[in-house]
Structures are given as C-alpha cells and as structure tokens.
C-alpha cells in the first residue's frame, strides 16, 4: 500500500470513527467500495466487486456484470431496490456463483455500519451480510492499460488488435505510457474526482502495422484533452469529459 492510500485510508477511519463515537453512522452518499468479504465465502482471487452510492442510487460491479438499483438510507437503516437492474454477461461458474451471492447480501441488507474503516452491510438481525473496504481514488503511482478510447465522433471504441495502450501517472505530476506507436508524456492535475491533462509531448515515430494504429493514437492522444474527470472503480478507470461523456476506459496495470 502507497503513502497515498494509506493516508486515504486513515482519513476515512477517523471520519468514521467521530461519526461513531456520537452515535450517527456517516452518509453514504459520494463514497465508493470495494467487497472484502462475504460471510462463509472465500472470495474469488482476482476478482473485484465494487459497490458506489450517489444520487440515490447504489452501482458497481458483482464481479460479472454491472448492476444499479435505487437505494435509501436514513441515519444507520438502508434499503436498496426494491429492484435491481444489470448486465447479463456470463462468468465462469465461480464467479456467478459469488456475484449471486453479493446481490442476495446487497438486496437482503436493512442497516449498515462503518466498524474500522470498513462499510458492513447487516441484515434485519443484525447479521453482518457483506463488509466492503474504502475504494482509494488517488491516481498518482498507479499504471494502467487503455481497454477503449473516445474516437471523436462520441463513440468509444476497442483497441486494434495488437496494439498496447498505457498510462501510468507519476508522483511528480506526469501521465506517460504508449499510445500504440509513440511514446507520449504530459502534465496531469489531479483534485478529488477532477483530473485534467496539459499538452501532450510524444516521439515522432510512424508505425505502418497493425492497420489504423496512427489514426488511433492521434485519436487516443486528442481523447486525452477533453478529460475533465476520472473515476477509479476496483480495478478499472474512467476518464470523463465535462458533460459526462467517456473519454477512455482504463484497466489496473497489476504488474507494470
């Protein structure tokens, strides 16, 4: 863990433990997890199921598919749904078999609580359904690999096979990586959920093979300045522009 993380970490446990210590459990509005357990399961490695509560809704991943249900929470009570919405991907039998497992824990769940740090999710008895750890947001020392990209004609568009597109951001304020072809580097700034990027620099290399790859760095290059946002998510980003739109989807580099 980063010097970063753990000082996102020990700030949240000791805004929750003051909202403990008087008796109220905090908001949940504005605040991203990611699942640490399941009671009598062991968790699938690798996997990642995220849970994001905003505007009245609770979104994420159950390791499978993407969900969204409405929710309402009122001092330590919680409801969500009454229904649930989400993708109907199929995962290997593991993997659905935890996702099941998360949904019933999400949809069954009547109460929460903030206990070290972690968000637990009770049933009517109080039984600990799920615990969840706080999903970090801090960009600065991680690296990533480009899944899709804003080609500018509001559509966003998978990579050309054999092609490799990272990023990865510096502790000094820079975002580098490739961009298929070229080398690139530019200044990036980061503040809560804002990111923006300044001009991009790159080598001035041309690379005939695969078909398209300079058009889709000249595209994934400009997709770059319209960033206005970003969103960490277990082990994926989202770079957003101003109006919301996506500008590039982004998977955790584990082993950069």
Not at 166 to 187: E, L, Q, R, V
Not at 218 to 240: M, Y
Request: glycine share 8%; with cysteine.
């Amino acid at each position: 863990m980063n010097s970063l993380t753990s000082l996102f970490t020990a700030s949240l446990v000791l805004l929750f433990s003051a909202h403990i210590a008087t008796g109220a459990a905090p908001d949940l509005n504005s605040t991203a997890w990611v699942l640490s357990s399941l009671p009598g399961r062991s968790l699938v490695a690798g996997s990642s199921v995220t849970l994001r509560f905003e505007d009245g809704r609770v979104q994420g991943s159950d390791g499978c598919n993407r969900y969204t249900a409405p929710y309402t929470a009122s001092d330590t009570t919680l409801q969500v749904g009454p229904t649930a919405a989400s993708t109907q991907m199929a995962c290997a039998q593991p993997l659905m078999e935890q996702a099941e497992a998360f949904m019933r824990a999400l949809v069954n769940a009547r109460a929460y609580r903030i206990q070290s740090g972690q968000l637990e999710l009770l049933g009517a008895d109080g039984t600990m359904l799920a615990s969840h750890a706080p999903q970090p947001q801090a960009l600065a020392g991680t690296s990533w690999r480009v899944t899709g990209y804003n080609n500018g004609r509001e559509a966003v568009v998978s990579l050309i096979a054999d092609t490799n597109l990272t990023m990865a951001f510096s502790t000094d304020g820079k975002a580098s990586g490739s961009a298929g072809c070229n080398h690139y580097i530019a200044p990036y700034t980061s503040e809560g959920p804002k990111l923006s990027f300044g001009a991009v620099a790159s080598t001035r290399r041309m690379c005939a093979q695969p078909e398209g790859v300079m058009d889709q760095e000249q595209q994934f290059l400009k997709a770059l300045g319209t960033v206005a946002s970003a969103r960490v998510e277990g082990d994926h980003l989202e770079l957003r522009t101003a109006s919301g739109q996506l500008a590039a989807t982004l998977a955790r580099e584990l082993n950069p």
